[in-house]
């Protein structure tokens, strides 16, 4: 007696193809950095051929920035030109923004306001 694989009566849409397939047939695959993309059988082995790899970091020569100005928080490379703001096109109120460490943001905040 043969024995029939039931039919999956759920279904999803695959991400790529936007066919709808069986739920069993999809399997989650990394999208940039930190995401996922829902892929199904045939599309997953197009995307293993392809060698997509994820997106990588950013430039570590590019620096934050913050225009005064408008506002706006960027990312730039001051050594391919010269630095303005994307958004407004002005350079006269731009500071480089520096990360700063958990403990120095606490003390300040406990200093500004004295909580006990």
């Excluded at 029939?4 to 790529?16: A, G, H, L, T």
Aim: net charge positive; aromatic share 8%; glycine share 4%.
């Amino acid at each position: 007696m043969l024995t029939e694989k039931p039919i999956e009566s759920r279904q999803m849409i695959c991400d790529w193809c936007r066919k709808a397939v069986p739920i069993s047939d999809v399997r989650y695959v990394p999208k940039g950095n930190d995401s996922r993309t829902a892929l199904c059988t045939i599309c997953r082995a197009k995307h293993e051929n392809t060698g997509l790899q994820p997106v990588k970091k950013s430039d570590p020569n590019k620096k934050n920035y913050f225009c005064g100005r408008c506002r706006y928080k960027f990312r730039f490379d001051s050594a391919v030109s010269r630095i303005k703001c994307p958004y407004c096109g002005e350079a006269d109120k731009l500071t480089e923004l520096k990360p700063a460490p958990a403990e120095t943001l606490v003390k300040t905040k406990f200093n500004e306001k004295e909580l006990w």
